[in-house]
Every structure is written in structure tokens, then in C-alpha cells.
């Protein structure tokens, strides 16, 4: 997710960026990891919400987050961006809530002994 917020925010005045987003944005499947690990700012919620409006209907989006949707708002900034990006990607979705071990250290309990 950084490095999406990344070439969001270079976007306009860095090719590599602009070059890598407009793929994004043409792709079929566009698979988001770790959704709002880390808090944005109100202009990175932004840019974050126009890409969803870009890809919303056009594109299939898998999303990760350790956050339910309550805490987006916290997270990103404003209720209103919350609302606005939760409208798009939860209108014609399937959200699986998944609770339990954190699977990468279910088989590693060695390693905080």
C-alpha cells in the first residue's frame, strides 16, 4: 500500500509513475495488500479514492486489511473519503471476514518462546 500512496502522489510529474499507474488502472484484476496498515493523510486519501473511481466497474478488486471498515475513517482521514471509497468497492463485492492465528506465524510459535 506505501508504494501505491507512493506513485499516487508522483504520479503527475514522474513518468515511471504514470506509467506504472495507467497499467493499473487498464488491468483486468487489481489485488490491494494490507488496506490502511498505516494511517494516511487527507490528500493521499484522496488520490487513493480517485484511483478506486477509476478502476470502479472496469476492473475486479481483491483487497486485504486487518482493519474492518468502522476504523477506515480513522485511518484515512476524513468519513466522507471512508464513505466514498467503502461506497465503491463494497457496491457488487463479496467481503470474506476472516478471524483466527495470523497464518505466516501459525507453524512459528518457536520463535516467541
Avoid at 21 to 26: N, Q, V
Amino acid at each position: 500500500m506505501a508504494e501505491l500512496v507512493s506513485l499516487l502522489k508522483t504520479e503527475s510529474y514522474v513518468r515511471k509513475s504514470e506509467l506504472r499507474l495507467m497499467r493499473i488502472r487498464f488491468s483486468e484484476v487489481v489485488i490491494i495488500d494490507d488496506m490502511v496498515f498505516m494511517a494516511m493523510k487527507k490528500n493521499e486519501a484522496n488520490l487513493f479514492f480517485q484511483l478506486v473511481s477509476d478502476l470502479y466497474e472496469k476492473s475486479a478488486i481483491i483487497l486485504t486489511s486487518n482493519k474492518g471498515p468502522y476504523n477506515w475513517s480513522k485511518m484515512l482521514g476524513a468519513h466522507s473519503i471512508a464513505t466514498a471509497i467503502l461506497n465503491r468497492l463494497l457496491h457488487r463485492c463479496e467481503v470474506i471476514h476472516m478471524d483466527g492465528e495470523i497464518h505466516p506465524l501459525k507453524n512459528r510459535e518457536t520463535i516467541f518462546d
